[in-house]
């Protein structure tokens, strides 16, 4: 009896060690550029970059509006924290009023007028410890709804809400 309990216990102490074997294998960090790219193709064309500080930048097209991503908090383009997903619309006198409404409305995404008069939609997503491949491929997600949403009120001449 002691030894088939011993056995049992072994099989589930090797099924609790692989099963956290491979679930940190699924975690994706904004350190990890390509895995965040793989992901990004997955939705669209899309590409890595660096800007010219030596920050990584994705560049991509989802449903035909472009984004880009920025690894931010990063120490010369490694050990990044944040990913920052933007939108940019070079539309002039956009109402202060709607984009109030739409940062009210809207949860993870908002949107506003940069320095240069440009239309703005951001999400950012905080990632120094990671998150797993399926969690990031959600994110992707929700900034693909967003996107489409903000582009399809923008193009039928309606400001977003």
Known sequence: MNKLLTFALGVCLAC???????????????????????????????????????????????????YAIWFSGCS?????SALQFLGVWKIKNFSQEKINTWNTQKMYSKAYIDKDGDLILEMDVFMRYGMTKKNLEEVFDLWQTSLKHFSRQLSQGTQPN
């Open 76 to 80: 010369e383009g490694n050990s990044c």
């Open 16 to 66: 609790v060690l692989a099963s956290n074997a491979m679930a940190s294998n699924d975690i994706v960090t904004a350190s990890d550029h390509e895995a965040v790219l793989e992901i990004a193709k997955g939705f669209g064309s899309a590409e890595l970059s660096v800007a010219s500080k030596g920050t990584p930048v994705l560049k991509g097209r989802m449903e035909g509006t472009k």
